[in-house]
């Protein structure tokens, strides 16, 4: 149940224009907003993958390299099962340990702030950004890497905000709980 704090409308929009790869947080919600709007009543990650896959190919500034969502099906579920998922994908990754470290912070602190009002979220999010674009100790890649999350982040709290706010939050297209398997087979 939304507070009184939390269900006000927030005078700050999600964009970032100081993060040069703000536009994948728009897109993102662009997707999901689609797909609400597509009213998708399936159950397959893979078919979703497909769809997401289909509308993302209708943004022309969308980096050509990212990988196909339908043929990661396998790490989606295990991704959206596990809770400590996002540990592995970090130790998995190409950043950094310095890198992961510093993410890995982020998305700590971002979750224990998750219920606060998102103008104190958006703060906290456009802070990291900025000492991540000033700082020396991470590549171009991993900026590239760190910047694309926390603006897919900050996008996805003002989208989970704003309905909230207005009571859309019953009608989220995933995830579904009968979507991912209680266990993964070995």
Do not use: C
């Not at 289909?54 to 809770?83: H, R």
């Not at 709290?157 to 019953?170: C, P, S």
């Amino acid at each position: 149940m939304p507070t009184a704090v939390n269900a006000k409308k927030s005078l700050i929009t999600p964009g970032n224009i100081l993060n040069p790869y703000d536009y994948t947080g728009r897109i993102h919600n662009d997707i999901l907003e689609t797909l609400d709007s597509l009213n998708i009543d399936s159950t397959s990650v893979e078919e979703i993958g497909f769809i997401i896959d289909s509308i993302a190919a209708t943004y022309p500034e969308a980096p050509a390299t990212i990988d196909s969502l339908a043929g990661l099906t396998s790490e989606i579920i295990w991704i959206a099962s596990d809770n400590t998922a996002i540990d592995d994908v970090l130790a998995d990754s190409s950043l950094s340990g310095t890198a992961q470290l510093s993410l890995s912070g982020f998305i700590t602190s971002l979750l224990l702030a998750s219920e606060d009002p998102y103008d104190d979220l958006y703060d906290l999010i456009v802070l990291y950004e900025s000492s991540v674009l000033s700082s020396l100790a991470f590549t171009s890649a991993e900026k590239r890497t760190i910047l694309t999350t926390t603006s897919i982040a900050r996008y996805s709290l003002y989208r989970k905000k704003e309905r909230i706010r207005t009571g859309r939050h019953q009608l989220e297209v995933m995830p579904r709980p009968y979507m991912v398997p209680k266990q993964m087979d070995s």
